[in-house]
């Protein structure tokens, strides 16, 4: 089985893929900020396998990819200690093996590298990458596989974190899409701003990609928040949850 590890700024998200049947399962997240990281490493993780009845022996490859750089160590001591073999880390040197082109290699995410690897091999058409994690990002790639431009803006999350710690009186609320987007309340009020506002700035980068570059794509969403935003159904093409995952398998893949 292929392990794959994708550590994002919010979340390090474990899961399996298992190649006879194309499937990936048992998803799991543990939290990528904070002290708990090493006990929930040595702790959580084990326990879930165990539970699962998962013998870390079963595990024949791992992908890592990483947008925090400082857990990278942590994350590959334990892959040594727990499954006994070293993970292939994504980096630019991952790249000119592959199909689809970034004009700036280093700069890049490796999480958004892997999300153009799996849409470009799954359409081959020219699509909209809209990833809902701790920043909402936009990756626009063409119908040959080059990246022609990437947005970013804070994720949703993080959009009403920042009013809670930077407001006196604005508490933090749930992220629920309300009926109405006239606030009747400061939570009410909060929710119709963020996720209203939200499904517009979305709709209107979709809307402005597609003016600019004169052609429309293939819009696919990912990230833990992707189907926040309802409204949005429409808008998109298709929600690929795995999205990252099946681009860190593949450019693995490519690389072994
Ligand atoms: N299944 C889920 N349901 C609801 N929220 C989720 C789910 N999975 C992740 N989240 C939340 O979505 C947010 C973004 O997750 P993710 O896309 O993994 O972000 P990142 O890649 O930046 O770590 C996180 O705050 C996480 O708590
Ligand atoms: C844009 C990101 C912060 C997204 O991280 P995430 O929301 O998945 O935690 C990450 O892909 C990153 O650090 N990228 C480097 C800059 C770039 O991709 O242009
Ligand atoms: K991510």
């Known amino acids: 089985m ?14 399996l893929y298992h190649e006879k049947d194309k499937k990936w399962t048992n998803h799991f997240r543990i939290e990528t900020k904070g002290p708990k990281l090493h006990s929930q490493l040595s702790k959580k993780v084990p326990l879930y396998f165990l539970e699962h009845g998962i013998s870390p022996t079963s595990i024949s490859e791992i992908g890592f990819s990483s947008v925090v750089p400082e857990i990278n160590n942590s994350i590959i001591e334990f892959c040594q200690n727990y499954f006994g073999t070293n993970p292939y880390v994504i980096s630019p040197k991952s ?3 592959l199909p689809v082109k970034s004009l700036r290699p280093t700069e890049i995410g490796s999480d958004l590298m892997c999300n153009v690897m ?4 799954k359409y081959q058409k020219s ?5 809902f994690g701790t920043a909402l990002t936009f990756t626009v790639v063409d119908q040959t596989g080059k990246i022609k431009g990437i947005n970013i803006v804070p994720g949703l999350r993080t959009a009403i974190n920042s009013l809670f710690n930077n407001t006196a009186k604005l508490p933090a609320v749930e992220l ?4 109405s987007a006239l606030g009747q309340s400061t939570v009410h009020a909060i929710q119709a701003g963020i996720l209203y506002g939200y499904t517009g700035l979305v709709k209107g980068m979709i809307e402005t990609i597609e003016k600019e570059t004169q052609q429309s794509y293939q819009v696919i969403a990912t990230g833990g928040l ?12 298709e929600i690929d949850r795995n999205l990252t995952l099946e681009g860190l398998r593949l450019i693995t893949k490519a690389n072994s």
């Open 95 to 97: 790249y000119p093996k």
């Open 176 to 179: 629920k899409m309300p009926e």
């Open 118 to 121: 799996a849409a470009y091999s």
């Open 127 to 131: 699509v909209i990458i809209v990833d």
């Open 2 to 15: 292929f392990l794959a590890i994708d550590a994002g700024n919010s979340n390090v998200v474990f899961a």
């Open 226 to 237: 992707s189907s926040v935003l309802t409204p949005l159904t429409e808008v998109f093409n």
